[in-house]
């Protein structure tokens, strides 16, 4: 401990967090990630696929029929060398990541010791590491791909910082550095448009952090301080962009729901897991993003705050990032799978604009950074959640059906359509959870905090307080990070699985049918059978009477999207053997997420979790003293 506050001393606590979140990060990866299964089982149907497929211009590729919204071809690569090299097991395939991220903290802490001298080490380092653990935040726990990624990562900008360095000392290659920036960009966006976006966005992350912690190299030439600025706009727009991408992905993921199970998502439950998604992707993904840019704006525009030329200095950059906006827009226009993304996509980066442009109006006006930053801290809150209200918007005119807007909402209208679409047990079982509530003010709070750190150093008489706060509340940050949000997502996680279990079954089954007794019978005994019988390890026989299960049984096909030729089972034999996929779908114990996925992408029975769950379904089904009694398939 000692020798970590003389780091802070001696080198700045901006560059001692750094290597703090690094060895989090890493304590993080090795032991808290070590148990979640989840990732060799998604990553592996993955990996069986033909990985030769490519989208094309200006769509998102494929792998497998798969949208590749955030699987680079490297992370392909590495996780199909990593998992071969580990021979497919379970354990052996964990196990070299366990070991490369506990090397990876070695290495972090001794590297960083020796080139911190340089104020270079801690930035460069813990990118990488950062890079490296990104895993945990997208692209489902794909632990492994991640791991070899960040390796081949921390080399490639090792050699760049090398050059970067040896140019910066040596006044040479100026020019070149500047080609090779533009050549860097235009491979970025190439890369942007045809493979992707998330392996690009790791390597803008790490390449935009070694370009703007060189300030601590000394002042920034003119063309360095340029650079420097068109670097964090091009990381601002990112960090948004993947808030607008992982939104994007919950309302590619709402809409399919909604085609698949006809009006049975009209209610609450269609608001309550839009909400969800919207704080998932605007708090829980987007603040990794947070901790990037909040730093790098400290340097950049403190720097800023000496030369009194920021405007001069960020037209071109500003004309950048509008081009960019146009840019995703037109390419989530072009992609006709996404089409609620472009609205999602440019409601992602109004939060940023709002904040940029009260940075602008402070250099211009030279005036005090509080009374603007904490303006642009609220227009910037404002908007994020005036987008979250258009989210939800879009949904009601766009995804649910076009009577939607007819049904009464009143309290006795919600009674009647309580009794008429079964959605009592969801309004008492599923209500938007009140803990999100203190989300609310997180964006405006982190707003306010950054404008208050650069307001405080702009003080002379504070000069070394800044260091201190920037300190202590990134590392209160990461505690949040670490140890709060992952435990709410989790009781959200199953709330929403909760959801799927119980309900969106149970209703769209009577949706199908609501004419008759019996639809209402099959809802009612499926809900019940899974809520209290198989839950509990222990079947109900009074309540899933045969005819029933018979009856649900009929329907059912239509209601998981699996196309039959006859609307009901030929054998008593198909009937269990369907009845048993059903319990492997709604009773899944991973997220949401992973869930309907599993089940529109029809693979569940590649998991091994599901191969136990047919098991004991089945001994459910035919063992004593519960003996259902399968009806016999109707001559007609």
């Known amino acids: 401990m000692a020798s970590f506050f003389s780091l802070i001393k001696a080198y700045g606590s901006e560059s001692a967090f750094l290597l ?88 972090t802490y001794a590297f960083s010791m020796d080139l911190m001298s340089r104020r270079t080490g801690a930035a460069f380092f813990s990118a990488a590491i950062l890079a490296t653990m990104w895993g945990y935040f997208t692209q489902g726990h794909l632990l492994i791909p991640e791991t070899f990624e960040g390796v081949l990562l921390t080399v490639m900008v090792w050699m760049m910082m090398r050059w970067h360095r040896y140019s910066a000392r040596a006044k040479v290659f100026q020019r070149e550095i500047n080609v090779v920036s533009g050549v860097i960009g235009g491979v970025f966006a190439l890369l942007f448009l045809t493979t992707g976006a998330m392996g690009v966005l790791k390597v803008l992350t790490v390449t935009s952090l070694f370009i703007a912690f060189s300030g601590h190299w000394g002042r920034l030439s003119a063309f360095r301080w340029k650079l420097a600025a068109a670097v964090f706009l091009w990381i601002g727009f990112p960090w948004l962009l993947f808030v607008g991408v992982k939104t994007g992905e919950s309302a590619y993921l709402l809409h399919y729901i909604q085609q698949t199970l006809p009006g049975a998502l009209m209610g609450k439950g269609l608001v309550s897991i839009t909400l969800d998604s919207a704080f998932r992707a605007l708090i829980v993904d987007s603040l990794p993003w947070t901790f990037l840019v909040i730093p790098m704006a400290y340097h950049l525009f403190m720097e800023g705050q000496r030369r009194r030329t920021f405007w001069q200095n960020y037209t071109q950059e500003v004309a950048l990032l509008l081009a960019w906006i146009v840019m995703v827009t037109v390419f989530a226009v072009l992609d006709s799978s996404h089409t609620q993304e472009p609205v999602l996509s440019f409601y992602a980066m109004l939060p940023a604009l709002a904040l940029l442009t009260g940075l602008y109006v402070s250099e ?21 959640w005036v987008g979250g209200s258009l989210l939800i918007t879009v949904f009601i005119f766009q995804v649910l059906p076009d009577d939607y807007g007819a049904l009464d909402w009143t309290l006795a209208g919600q009674a009647e359509l309580r009794e008429i679409w079964l959605i009592k047990p969801i309004m008492l079982d599923n209500p938007f959870p009140i803990w999100k509530l203190w989300l609310l003010p997180v964006p405006f709070v982190m707003f306010i905090g950054a404008g208050f750190l650069f307001w405080v150093s702009a003080r002379e008489q504070y000069q070394h307080l800044p260091g201190t706060l920037v300190f202590v509340s990134t590392t209160m940050l990461v505690l949040v990070i670490l140890v709060v949000i992952p435990v709410f997502e989790r009781s959200l996680d199953s709330r929403l699985e909760g959801f799927f279990n119980r309900h969106l079954v149970t209703k769209s089954l009577f949706t199908m049918a609501p004419d008759t007794s019996w639809g209402y019978d099959a809802a009612k005994a499926y809900f019940y059978a899974t809520r209290r019988g198989f839950q509990q390890g222990q079947p109900q026989p009074e309540i899933v009477a045969p005819s029933q299960l018979g009856d649900m049984l009929s329907v059912y096909p239509s209601a998981i999207g699996v196309s039959m030729e006859n609307s009901y089972y030929q054998t008593s034999k198909e009937v269990r053997a369907h009845l048993r ?17 599993a089940v529109f992408r029809r693979e569940y029975w590649q998991y091994p979790r599901f191969r136990r769950h047919l098991i004991l379904f089945e001994s459910l089904m035919v063992d004593e003293p519960v003996s259902v009694a399968l009806p016999e398939p109707s001559e007609t």
């Open 20 to 107: 703090l979140l690094a060895v989090v990060y890493s304590f993080h990866l090795s032991t808290g990630l070590f148990w979640d299964e989840a990732e060799v089982y998604t990553v592996l149907p993955a990996l069986e696929m033909a990985v030769s497929e490519s989208g094309g211009w200006f769509q998102i590729p494929t792998l497998g029929g798969e949208k590749l919204l955030g699987i680079s071809p490297l992370s392909i690569l590495s996780g199909w060398l990593g998992l071969k090299a580990a021979g497919l097991s379970y354990f052996a395939a964990r196990l070299p990541a366990i070991i490369v991220a506990l090397a990876g903290l070695v290495v």
């Open 364 to 384: 211009i006006l030279e005036s005090s950074w509080l009374p603007l930053m904490f303006k642009a801290g609220l227009d910037g809150t404002i908007l994020m």
């Open 581 to 597: 996929i059903a319990d492997n779908v709604w009773s899944w114990h991973f997220s949401a997420w992973d869930i309907v996925r």
